[in-house]
């Protein structure tokens, strides 16, 4: 097993911690661990910044998006419609 490697959790409870989408159970549990496994935390520290670069992307495609054309009508006098 590699050395930051941990048998405990698995990748995917690491990146749920990370978005914040463990229940507070699995929350209470993976802390009490991570304070104390070096491994978990080098795991959280990858996985935060990967949540990161993602959400920076994403802000940067919304961004960089051009705006869209808007089709202004002229009003049709009341007399002049079919």
Aim: net charge negative; proline share 5%; with cysteine.
């Amino acid at each position: 097993m590699p050395e930051n490697a941990c048998a405990q959790f698995d990748e995917d409870l690491v990146e749920r911690y990370s978005l914040g989408r463990l229940t507070e159970t699995e929350s209470a549990r993976f802390e009490e661990h991570f304070l104390l496994c070096e491994a978990c935390q080098e795991r959280l520290r990858s996985s935060d910044e990967f949540v990161d670069a993602v959400k920076a992307a994403a802000a940067q495609s919304v961004r960089a998006k051009p705006a869209r054309a808007v089709l202004i009508r002229k009003p049709v006098p009341l007399g002049d419609r079919s």
